[in-house]
């Protein structure tokens, strides 16, 4: 049985998913967290349908064995591929679309939505079907940034890094040059290139990061359920990965400065 001072459940197939982490701990500090990020199969960007299924649920079923009252699918691709099956999880759930739209439907003024996501999140339009939902008339512009995961999970995220800034400009021209006013960073790796996108963007497109968002309508969810914790201590974050511990904190650092009370341990998932 959960209760409210359970913990909450987040997971992604790498660091990325620490953006709702961060979220997470700065709105509700006294909330423990179970993350998982399985590092050792990043990226599942690039893999079918049936295999983000199958690593998706058993994600689940890790954070399930912690007794978590709330799963966080901090995670674009699982969150947009199977945006319409969500049976691989038992117990309350989100993921990040519906969030992440809500708030770039309430942002954008000129109507006019950039989406960029891994290669299976921008092939499943899981984005641009929601958007339209909500503002039929919107202009949706997706570009899938492959090369982006890779660059944030090897550490190329400083403003300057030349490889980055160049790929950068590669996929983000076409978005910039469609003048869109809002760009949903469709993956929760990419806030960490938040400095490269925004000069490139330019500082009038509001950037939405969609681990952020989910962080925060995760917290709403609890509350209208009542299951906020009334915990008085500050909460614990236990961060597991599939591969090494040591790699992930290496990787992590940006994320983890400003985090306390957190442990990362290696973790198997069969
Ligand atoms: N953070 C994941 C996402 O939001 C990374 C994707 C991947 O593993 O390819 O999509």
Known sequence: MTDRNSAIGVFDSGIGGLTAVKELAKLLPNENIIYLGDTARVPYGSKSRDTIYKYAAQDVKFLQSYNVKMFIAACGTVSSVLADDNDFCDGLYTGVIRPTVDAACNLTK????????????????????????????????SKACPMFVPLVENGYIEKGCIPTEEIAREYLMPLKEAGVDTLILGCTHYPLLCDIISGIMGEGVAL??????????????????????????????ELYCTDSAELFEENAQHFLNGLDNVTIRSCSLD
Do not use: H
Request: overall charge positive.
């Open 110 to 141: 000129n109507k006019k939505i950039g989406v960029i996501g891994t290669a299976a999140t921008i092939r499943s339009r899981s984005y641009e079907r929601f958007i339209k939902e909500i503002i039929p008339e919107c202009e949706v512009y």
């Open 208 to 237: 939405i990061s969609s681990g952020g968002e989910a962080g925060k309508f995760a917290m709403k969810v609890l509350k209208e359920k009542k299951l906020l914790s009334d915990r008085k201590d500050k909460g614990r974050i």
